[in-house]
Nanobody, 113 residues
Framework: QVELVESGGGLVQPGGSLRLSCAAS????????MHWVRQAPGKGLEWVSS????GGSTYVKGRFTISRDNAKNTLYLQINSLKPEDTALYYC??????????WGRGTQVTVSS
């Protein structure tokens, strides 16, 4: 079965950096576009970044860098210069032509001094 497991979140001070990871299993990872979506406390889902199946094309919002290692079935999100407004639960998700179809449980990022 498809499984997406995020990790790498935590408590970080403003200005710091984090690298989130998403370990994928149960499907041919290299065949799918992958995405990061976040949800801040009390707010809706917000798209953060996307990467195509071979990693050759990326789409990001602001200070984010998305990458993938298809040999390791792993998706990454680098976040630099973290701000309190980046505090959110960060989800890894897969997409098909019909939209996002599988989601991980998320990893919490909290930015606070």
């Amino acid at each position: 079965q498809v499984e997406l497991v995020e990790s790498g979140g935590g408590l970080v001070q403003p200005g710091g950096s984090l690298r989130l990871s998403c370990a994928a299993s149960g499907f041919t990872f290299s065949s799918y576009w992958m995405h990061w979506v976040r949800q801040a406390p009390g707010k809706g889902l917000e798209w953060v970044s996307s990467i195509n199946s071979d990693g050759g094309s990326t789409y990001v919002k602001g200070r984010f860098t998305i990458s993938r290692d298809n040999a390791k079935n792993t998706l990454y999100l680098q976040i630099n210069s973290l701000k309190p407004e980046d505090t959110a639960l960060y989800y890894c998700t897969r997409s098909t032509n019909g939209g996002y179809d599988y989601w991980g449980r998320g990893t919490q990022v909290t930015v606070s001094s």
